[in-house]
């Protein structure tokens, strides 16, 4: 149990240097043009959505993980 | 970076001794007045006063005074103030038990401070990868920091001395990493957290004497919320919190909504007869990190926290490795 625990904190650390490589690649080279003062807050919304996007997908992720780590401990 | 080591050994050395020194009297205090609750895991029904909140704060306003003195900045005062508005409303519901969103939406307001002092910058540091600029998702992230900090932190006290102890193990790594960032003013603003906690550990380890309540547990993960945000060490303070945002995760995604821990019905943690916790097999009660270091069998209180601690400290190292990692860009 307990190194499934640090197994888990483990994957979790691996999860988020991940996501930030996927969080700078795809929005860091991010921008709109066309929309004169529009411009910056178009590119911020859209990123601010792509951003949860892939929050909701590491939490799913992680969720699933979770009942693969713990399935032989989880079973209230 | 010398002429910074005086703030740095005057403010710790206040922020230990403020809270080393005013607890016994609050204890007291509240002795006196009959504030305490039952401690759960105690066979022989053992009552423990709290809040320790106020000498938290007391420390917290004290040491930061002192660094406000030396260094005029707008980033301490973010502490004080975001740190004070936390203890408040964890005062509040100490005094009156409220409803399951009270504190993270009144947690929202305690985050205002540091939109209004100016003291971010709108990007995100990772490591490895580098940074990218988020301006309006970073605001909605201070929004979010001190409510997830403050109730993360608060929903890991739940044994004798673990909400402090996981606090001197979280921050210093925190403060470890600032100081390998080579950001030596946050780093010393930083240093307090972790002399405050140390100091209160001293009270609050096991047999407790006092408990932090939601006004020291809230107070303490306010504080951790704002000098990520202050440091620009937002990922690299989630990684040392990774053992208290596990509990969380596990507590939100078993019960699906916010819910306090005072309306759950089911048990996630019973006693054997040598009063050593176990693991329930109560479906409706939910799944928490206590409960999970359990599924191996009964453990006494001590164990589990000690378990709990050697949680921390690998998080705390991988910050620590992050924080290297944050130099190296691919």
């Known amino acids: 149990m307990k190194i499934g625990l640090f197994g888990f904190v483990f994957v979790m650390w691996v999860l988020i240097i991940a996501g930030g490589g996927i969080l700078v690649t795809l929005l860091g080279p991010f921008s709109i043009s066309g929309y004169g003062d529009f411009d910056f807050l178009l590119a911020s919304i859209i990123k601010a959505i792509i951003a949860m996007i892939l929050v909701v997908i590491w939490i799913l992720i992680l969720s699933k993980l979770k009942n693969l780590i713990f399935k032989n401990e989880i079973k209230f | ?330």
């Open chain 2, 1 to 330: 970076m010398t002429e910074m080591i005086i703030p740095a050994v005057v403010s710790c050395i206040v922020a230990f001794f403020t809270v080393y020194l005013s607890t016994p009297y609050l204890i007291k205090f509240l002795q006196k007045r009959n504030i305490a609750v039952p401690d759960m895991n105690k066979k022989d029904h053992v009552m423990v006063v709290r809040p320790g909140g106020p000498s938290i704060i007391a420390g917290i306003i004290a040491s930061e005074l002192v660094l406000y003195g030396f260094f005029q900045i707008n980033e301490i005062l973010a502490i004080i103030i975001t740190s004070f508005i936390a203890f408040v409303i964890g005062y509040v519901d100490d005094r009156k038990v409220m409803g399951g969103w009270f504190k993270p939406l009144a947690l929202v307001f305690a985050s205002t401070p540091i939109i209004f002092l100016g003291v971010y910058d709108s990007h995100l540091v990772f490591p490895l990868f580098g940074t990218v600029q988020i301006p309006a998702l970073y605001l909605g992230l201070i929004i979010f920091m001190i409510p997830i900090t403050g109730n993360t932190i608060n929903s890991i006290d739940v044994l004798n001395g673990v909400a402090s102890g996981f606090m001197i193990i979280a921050s210093f790594s925190l403060s470890a990493a600032l100081f390998i960032l080579q950001n030596y003013e946050i780093a010393i603003i930083s240093l307090p957290l972790g002399f405050v906690s140390l100091a209160f550990y001293k009270y609050h380890k096991i047999p407790s004497k006092i408990f932090p309540g939601d006004s020291g547990a809230l107070t303490l993960g306010a504080m951790y919320g704002v000098i990520a945000i202050i440091g620009h060490v937002e990922i690299i303070a989630a990684v040392a919190l990774l053992p208290a945002i596990v509990n969380s995760f596990l507590f939100l995604s078993s019960m699906k909504r916010i819910v306090e821990h005072r309306q759950i019905k089911g048990k996630p943690v019973d006693h054997t007869e040598d009063f050593k916790l176990k693991a329930t097999d109560d479906k409706t009660a939910p799944i928490t990190l206590v409960r999970l270091i359990l599924a191996g069998g009964p453990l006494s209180e001590k164990q589990v926290g000690y378990t709990i601690f050697r949680l921390a400290i690998f998080s705390g190292a991988l910050a620590i490795i992050t924080a290297f990692m944050m130099r190296i860009q691919i």
